[in-house]
């Protein structure tokens, strides 16, 4: 009952979002999506939409105080692959994670079902979306390496990790703090690395991409998909993010959303500065999308 | 939001989720009286659980010296200073102010969320009195100043504060047996468990991006066994076993003896509204005004109580119980001289005496030529 009221509320609430602010995005026809280059003329050229942001205050968490207002959107599309350049306000760079630390995030949400469109917010029980989720701190591992303990405090010292295959004796200068988590984590170390041996996929050392593809149906429920077909990249100057994320238009992944006839799309953002964090965040709700061909 | 019966603020309760005690719930018992800061427990904890890469600050178990000490860094005071000033009912004993889970806004549970530094001081104002003592004063007797030694672990919650503030449901309570685990494969390391739990005993892992907690170390309950921090303490401080659900105690039930039935062992901050199944005999030489504050209004009786141990054989088989075995006592019986444990198929665990013997020797052994004295 209670969920049927939620439903309702959502529904109502996308509309008259939706009646303040038409938009289509239009994904434009080029010769190729540059993946990383985000200043590319053919970036530059794109139509670029201006999409409103609300915090989240729907369910908790909720995002208390605001800090992001709207996102710029562009997307282009060579027939094959299908990339959106995201492009907000955020006068501070955060890539790291620690007790303290937020890192800056964006994703993009689309639906399994257009015709039976979910709630835009992680969709529903049988109204799944797809979810392509891009992080700084994993921006951060692939442009400049794992954040490790000695890195994040040089001057540490641990006398041994357990288990370690070569346990740092200071032989050739090496001592156990040198033990990278990734080496630490191939071998019987990882039984100390309770997230990496359960395979989360929060807890890879040797990352390559720094999107996440995901599946939802509602809160608290986003999975990683187990193909991980998207890209992503990111980079901040001017105060400003920009971040391209990619996919096939067709894809053969069965968990990826449909994209071939007019679609949707959501958005959210994360303001690490602020501590946002999961349901803390700013949304957009469904938005139409065409790609065009 | 649920409402929920909390029995140790005697009321009902707003919970984000429905009443649901697990079908036994893990408890301990600490004897603050007993404890020399040794911090055996700790390192036990430490070297079976958390000696990974991203564990380097990361104590399940910690014994901090009160008023002054906490890990992380003033995670009482913080909590205290949150919640403002509170009030129990003098008469019925019944808590009359806000837990954690009450004026929320925007979350399901009041929290902060410590910063990176104030996990590095883990015996931050370690022995330190309260105050000075006055010259003199230590030779002429008992002094004014004041401290004691409070070993803190997960309490295993019954209305965990972590569980109710993770938005992905990756926390959760084991109906078998009430430990709280946290889902390491699902975790996300969002930090709302760090942030909600009122007594800091989740810990944010920056190697694996996850939170982690104390796992009551299971594997050794399901076998019947006390975990390593209880096996292993030095001064024989800890006894682990299962609480009744309220108004089931049972007398043979050393737990339910000490917790529901002589109610001398305390939950530590009943007032954040978890319920914590951590028990604390208080320390007897400790202001009151202080006690009360952090173990509830059950604290002149438990100290009288306490005070009056030799004159209760029960309640002091009980007690006897404490370090003599490593395995689970579900049931003990005095007989005769003896306290007996027994385990839950009804086993004798441990016999211990109620009296241990005492051999005087003397000072002149003529057997072997010499004078015994102690030398230090
Ligand atoms: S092992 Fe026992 S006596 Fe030693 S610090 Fe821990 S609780 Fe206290
Ligand atoms: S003590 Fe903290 S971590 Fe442990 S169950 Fe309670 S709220 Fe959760
Ligand atoms: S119960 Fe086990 S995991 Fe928890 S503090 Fe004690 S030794 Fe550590």
Redesign the pocket.
């Known amino acids: 009952m209670k969920k049927k009221i939620f439903i309702a509320i959502m529904m109502v609430l996308s509309a008259n979002l939706m009646n303040a602010q038409p938009i289509t995005i239009k994904s434009e026809k080029v010769a190729s999506v540059p993946l990383r280059e985000i200043n590319n003329a053919l970036w530059t050229a794109a139509t670029e939409y201006i999409v409103p942001i609300f915090p989240q205050n729907i369910a908790n968490p909720m995002l208390a105080i605001p800090s992001v207002k709207n996102l710029k959107v562009k997307s282009i599309n060579d027939g094959t692959t299908v990339g959106f350049l995201l492009e907000w306000t955020d006068s501070t760079k955060d890539i790291i994670v620690d007790a303290d630390k937020f890192c800056d995030q964006v994703a993009i949400q689309l639906p399994m079902h257009p015709d039976t469109l979910p709630v835009f917010m992680m969709g529903n029980k049988k109204g799944r979306v797809h979810i392509i989720h891009w992080k700084g701190i994993w921006q951060n591992d692939v442009e400049n390496g794992f954040r490790d303990v000695k890195d994040a405090y040089p001057n540490y010292w641990a006398d041994i990790y357990p288990m370690a295959e070569k346990q740092g004796d200071g032989t050739n200068g090496k001592f156990a703090k040198d033990i990278s988590a990734s080496d630490y984590s191939k071998g019987q170390g990882n039984n100390f690395m309770p997230a990496s041996y359960a395979g989360n996929p929060m807890s890879i050392f040797d990352r390559k991409e720094p999107s996440e593809e995901c599946m939802a149906e509602g809160y608290g429920t986003l999975t990683t998909q187990t193909t991980q077909n998207a890209t992503a990249w990111g980079v901040w100057e001017n105060n400003t993010w920009k971040v391209i994320i990619t996919r096939p238009i067709v894809s053969p992944d069965k968990d990826d959303a449909p994209l071939t006839a007019p679609t949707k799309i959501a958005f959210a953002i994360w303001n690490g500065h602020f501590e946002n964090i999961s349901g803390k965040k700013h949304y957009a709700q469904w938005t139409d999308l065409i790609i065009q061909k | 939001m649920a409402t929920v019966k909390n029995w140790q603020l005697k009321k009902d309760m707003k919970y984000p989720y429905e009443e649901n005690r697990p079908n036994k719930q893990i408890a301990y018992i600490f004897d603050t009286n007993k404890c020399i800061a040794c911090q055996t427990c700790t390192v036990a904890c430490k070297t079976t659980w958390t000696s990974g890469k991203g564990e380097e600050t990361m104590f399940f178990n910690n014994v901090e010296t009160k008023p002054y000490g906490g890990y992380p860094l003033k995670w009482d005071l913080n909590t205290l200073k949150m919640m403002g000033e509170q009030s129990w009912d003098k008469v019925t004993g019944a808590y009359k102010g806000k837990t954690i889970f009450d004026d929320t806004k925007g979350e399901n549970v009041n929290g902060w969320r410590p910063a990176e530094r104030d996990y590095a001081f883990p015996n931050m104002g370690e022995d330190e009195c309260s105050s000075n003592v006055n010259k003199g004063a230590f030779f002429s007797g008992i002094h004014d100043t004041w401290m004691f030694y409070l070993a803190r672990i997960?309490?295993?919650?019954t209305f965990?504060?972590?569980?109710a503030a993770c938005p992905r449901k990756a926390?959760y309570?084991r109906p078998e047996d009430g430990i709280?685990l946290i889902d390491e494969s699902r975790c996300r390391g969002y930090k709302e468990?760090v942030k909600?739990?009122?007594?800091?005993?989740?810990f944010f892992n920056m190697v694996t991006r996850t939170s982690e907690?104390?796992i009551g170390c299971y594997p050794l309950i399901e076998q019947g066994e006390q975990p390593r921090c209880v096996q292993t303490c030095i001064g024989k401080i800890r006894l682990q076993g299962f609480l009744s659900k309220p108004g089931e105690a049972k007398a043979d039930n050393p737990i339910d003896q000490i917790v529901h039935i002589k109610k001398i062992a305390l939950p530590l901050y009943p007032q954040y509204g978890?319920e914590?199944n951590v028990y604390y005999i208080p320390p007897i030489h400790v202001p009151t005004d202080f006690l009360h504050q952090m173990f509830g209004p059950g604290v002149d009786k438990a100290v009288a109580a306490y005070k009056n141990l030799k004159n209760d054989p029960d309640l002091l088989a009980a007690f006897l119980l404490f370090g003599n075995t490593p395995k689970i006592t579900h049931h003990y019986k005095r007989e005769g001289d003896f306290t007996v444990s027994y385990n839950e198929a009804g086993e004798v665990l441990a016999k211990v005496p109620m009296t241990e013997p005492v051999y005087v020797r003397p000072y002149d052994d003529k057997d072997h030529g010499t004078f015994r004295h102690n030398t230090p």
């Not at chain 2, 909600?196 to 989740?202: D, E, L, N, R």
């Open positions: 997960c309490n295993h919650c965990p504060g972590c569980a926390i309570k709280v468990c909600a739990c009122p007594y800091k005993k989740t907690k104390c978890t914590p």
